[in-house]
């Protein structure tokens, strides 16, 4: 169990990024997103036709994604990384009171506090924790009423838990082997790549979709800190590799894992370059970070790599609009 101590650190940084966004939130509050969902186009009669001949039924076009069906989505990864960070940090999962909101509500199976041996790692995983969870409190400002419940989520590192699915299915660890994330810095890191990663890409990809700019400016400054999330657990990540080298082996496995499911393009990247050298930021070669369709990152999250509505991480699926992840099989 969590020390006391710790536990009042994490509130307490969760509380001075509370006080740093109450300005934005307070400006963007006129500019919010009006929820609710969108109408299918409809079409009139043209009451002038002397052939009074029917006017042809038109087909339905399907409703654009709105804001919030985005911004909905977003929230989804956002309960897994926070219920995985969270827990890590102080073995309690995300907060009850952040959990409510439309659809069916579920738990969290698995997650413990990691017995952390670096006092530097152990700093960046409480910095995180309070980061996710006040990622989780934000989206759900912006949302209000129309904010998702926290769907099932599996975090558990046991046999039948969605970390060992992902390890085995990575070969980080052997068809019949476990992988947990809570067990060493250094699982905890490889657990952290594999949801930090994906959600830089998922936020870069679902960018262009966002319609109100306000919106758009706070879903760029969730994509910053995601992607200093990832960028130090990929430096830590190379750096303790050095010393023991099948952490860069592995991390370099659950990038290739990532890559089968998403689809055929060889977009994802491990930490190690040509030569040897380091490979922080995934990136083209205009120093760009890849994005990912929706559809893509639930192929990630479900650990299936063709069409379905739930498995891996979210056992019965998520919450809002989008859940249907892509055909790559």
Same mark, same amino acid.
């Given at each position: 169990?969590?020390?006391?101590?710790?536990?009042?650190?994490?509130?307490?940084?969760?509380?001075? %990024?509370?006080?740093?966004?109450?300005?934005?939130?307070?400006?963007?509050?006129?500019?919010?997103?009006?929820? &609710?969902?969108?109408?299918?186009?409809?079409?009139?009669?043209?009451?002038?036709?002397?052939?009074?001949?029917?006017?042809?039924?038109?087909?339905?076009?399907?409703?654009?994604? *709105?804001?919030?069906?985005?911004?909905?989505?977003?929230?989804?990864?956002?309960?897994?990384?926070?219920?995985?960070?969270?827990?890590?940090?102080?073995?309690?999962?995300?907060?009850?009171?952040?959990?409510?909101?439309?659809?069916?509500?579920?738990?969290?199976?698995?997650?413990?506090?990691?017995?952390? #041996?670096?006092?530097?790692?152990?700093?960046?995983?409480?910095?995180?924790?309070?980061?996710?969870?006040?990622?989780?409190?934000?989206?759900?400002?912006?949302? &209000?009423?129309?904010?998702?419940?926290?769907?099932?989520?599996?975090?558990?590192?046991? *046999?039948?838990?969605?970390?060992?699915?992902?390890?085995?299915?990575?070969?980080?660890?052997?068809? #019949?082997?476990?992988?947990?994330?809570?067990?060493?810095?250094?699982?905890?890191?490889?657990?952290?790549?594999?949801?930090?990663?994906?959600?830089?890409?998922?936020?870069? &990809?679902?960018?262009?979709?966002?319609?109100?700019?306000?919106?758009?400016?706070?879903?760029?400054?969730?994509? *910053?800190?995601?992607?200093?999330?990832?960028?130090?657990?990929?430096?830590?990540?190379?750096? %303790?590799?050095?010393? #023991?080298?099948?952490?860069?082996?592995?991390?370099?496995?659950?990038?290739?894992?990532?890559?089968?499911?998403?689809?055929?393009?060889?977009?994802?990247?491990?930490?190690?370059?040509?030569?040897? #050298?380091?490979?922080?930021?995934?990136?083209?070669?205009?120093?760009?970070?890849?994005? %990912?369709?929706?559809?893509?990152?639930?192929?990630?999250?479900?650990?299936?790599?063709?069409?379905?509505?739930?498995?891996?991480?979210?056992?019965?699926?998520?919450?809002?609009?989008?859940?249907?992840? &892509?055909?790559?099989?």
């Amino acid at each position: 169990m969590i020390d006391r101590e710790t536990l009042i650190e994490v509130l307490e940084l969760g509380e001075k %990024r509370r006080a740093a966004r109450r300005r934005f939130l307070k400006a963007a509050g006129a500019a919010s997103i009006a929820i &609710g969902g969108s109408s299918l186009l409809a079409a009139c009669n043209d009451d002038d036709d002397d052939d009074n001949t029917p006017a042809p039924t038109p087909t339905p076009t399907p409703a654009p994604l *709105a804001d919030a069906d985005v911004l909905n989505f977003a929230l989804n990864l956002e309960y897994l990384e926070a219920n995985y960070y969270i827990a890590a940090a102080t073995g309690s999962p995300l907060n009850g009171t952040l959990r409510t909101g439309t659809g069916t509500q579920g738990d969290v199976v698995g997650g413990r506090a990691v017995t952390f #041996t670096d006092p530097t790692v152990a700093s960046y995983a409480r910095e995180i924790a309070a980061d996710e969870n006040e990622h989780v409190v934000f989206l759900r400002s912006q949302l &209000g009423a129309s904010a998702v419940a926290m769907p099932q989520i599996n975090i558990d590192g046991g *046999a039948s838990g969605a970390f060992t699915a992902a390890a085995r299915a990575a070969g980080v660890v052997t068809a #019949t082997g476990t992988f947990d994330p809570y067990a060493s810095d250094d699982n905890w890191l490889l657990g952290g790549m594999l949801l930090s990663d994906v959600g830089v890409t998922a936020y870069k &990809g679902s960018a262009q979709l966002l319609t109100n700019a306000t919106i758009l400016e706070a879903a760029a400054g969730i994509l *910053a800190t995601e992607a200093y999330h990832s960028g130090l657990i990929r430096t830590l990540l190379y750096r %303790r590799g050095l010393a #023991t080298p099948s952490l860069r082996t592995n991390a370099g496995l659950i990038s290739d894992a990532r890559d089968s499911l998403d689809g055929p393009t060889n977009l994802d990247e491990g930490i190690v370059g040509d030569a040897n #050298t380091s490979n922080i930021v995934p990136a083209d070669s205009n120093g760009i970070v890849f994005g %990912r369709t929706a559809a893509q990152v639930l192929n990630i999250a479900y650990l299936n790599k063709a069409a379905v509505t739930s498995g891996g991480f979210f056992p019965a699926g998520t919450n809002g609009n989008i859940k249907t992840s &892509g055909a790559n099989g």
